[in-house]
T-cell receptor, first 115, second 113 residues
Framework: AQSVTQLGSHVSVSEGALVLLRCNYS??????LFWYVQYPNQGLQLLLK??????LVKGINGFEAEFKKSETSFHLTKPSAHMSDAAEYFC?????????????FGKGTHLIIQP | DTGVSQDPRHKITKRGQNVTFRCDPI?????LYWYRQTLGQGPEFLTY????????KSRLLSDRFSAERPKGSFSTLEIQRTEQGDSAMYLC???????????FGPGTRLTVT
């Protein structure tokens, strides 16, 4: 079984400040890891993903995340927050074992950008 | 690439009624997933198709829920005898291959009164 824990249901940062959203996962096999963003009343949009290879992954809108196997973490960062980054962010894990199970999501972190 | 579409976007129904939602995946994607998202939670996996075959169902998918994907194209999710606890956003996603990069539709918001 796999699981995802997102620390902090709400994170508030000032515009221009560093954004750090935390994600820890549990998986019995090497994981595939994802960050999605959801704007109000919309579906989820993929920000970035880690499958294999380079552990620092760059995504859209200036976001990046680093896979740290020893810490079972996949934290999302952005150097400088914009007002348009205000949204709900979800970390998700999938098994790389060849199974067809769906993604397991965390409960989400609501990012608030203060002007 | 027109993206994943879902219809309707909103549905209000009375308890005990049946409802059906439709999902049209990205045309070349052979995998299609259904998720349910309640307020303040992340999406939860319901079921999965590869082409027309339904390969996996979550324990969340009670007997009142049924999903189909005839001809491996669009999919429908039916809920019979709706209950207030069924109120949620129902999300559909599709993907091309084994790397689990799923593309999500805008969702269908169900409200059961």
């Amino acid at each position: 079984a796999q699981s995802v824990t997102q620390l902090g249901s709400h994170v508030s940062v000032s515009e221009g400040a560093l954004v750090l959203l935390r994600c820890n996962y549990s998986s019995s096999v090497p994981p595939y890891l994802f960050w999605y963003v959801q704007y109000p009343n919309q579906g989820l949009q993929l920000l970035l993903k880690y499958t294999t290879g380079a552990t620092l992954v760059k995504g859209i809108n200036g976001f990046e995340a680093e896979f740290k196997k020893s810490e079972t973490s996949f934290h999302l960062t952005k150097p400088s927050a914009h007002m348009s980054d205000a949204a709900e962010y979800f970390c998700a894990v999938a098994s790389s074992g060849g199974g067809a199970d769906g993604l397991t999501f965390g409960k989400g972190t609501h990012l608030i950008i203060q002007p | 690439d027109t993206g994943v579409s879902q219809d309707p976007r909103h549905k209000i129904t009375k308890r005990g009624q049946n409802v059906t939602f439709r999902c049209d995946p990205i045309s070349e994607h052979n995998r299609l997933y259904w998720y349910r998202q309640t307020l303040g939670q992340g999406p939860e996996f319901l079921t999965y198709f590869q082409n027309e075959a339904q390969l996996e169902k979550s324990r969340l998918l009670s007997d009142r829920f049924s999903a189909e994907r005839p001809k491996g194209s669009f999919s429908t999710l039916e809920i019979q005898r709706t209950e207030q606890g069924d109120s949620a956003m129902y999300l559909c996603a599709s993907c091309l291959g084994p790397y689990y990069e799923q593309y999500f539709g805008p969702g269908t918001r169900l409200t059961v009164t």
